[in-house]
Nanobody, 124 residues
Framework: QVQLVESGGGRVQTGGSLRLSCAAS????????MGWFRQAPGKEREFVAS????????LYADSVKGRFTIPRDYAKNTAYLQMNSLQNEDTAVYLC?????????????????WGQGTQVTVSS
């Protein structure tokens, strides 16, 4: 099972950018599709983005489409979440996850490994 560690969270002003990193270890990184989810206080965990094992397919939540991207670097065993034009509603704990299947998915139940999360706070 792959182990995941997120980093890169912090506080940013509305309209700003952040890049989150998800470092993977313990298993073959290229075997997994990767995903990002987020959870705001008092809300359920929601899907943000997913990238396939090959990097050839991506999937985004409508709320982040056009603002967020999810590249991955196989040499560094790291997936990223590039977040631009951040809005107050993007404030949440962001978690990365590895999918036992190599294909993209928005369903949290498809992911069997999770990081601990990193806080992103967007304020005016």
């Amino acid at each position: 099972q792959v182990q995941l560690v997120e980093s890169g969270g912090g506080r940013v002003q509305t309209g700003g950018s952040l890049r989150l990193s998800c470092a993977a270890s313990g298993s073959t990184f290229s075997n997994y599709a990767m995903g990002w989810f987020r959870q705001a206080p008092g809300k359920e965990r929601e899907f943000v983005a997913s990238i396939s094992w090959s990097g050839g397919d991506t999937l985004y939540a409508d709320s982040v489409k056009g603002r967020f991207t999810i590249p991955r670097d196989y040499a560094k065993n790291t997936a990223y979440l590039q977040m631009n034009s951040l809005q107050n509603e993007d404030t949440a704990v962001y978690l990365c996850a590895a999918n036992v299947s190599p294909y993209i998915s928005a369903r949290a139940s498809r992911y069997n490994s999770w990081g601990q999360g990193t806080q992103v706070t967007v304020s005016s």
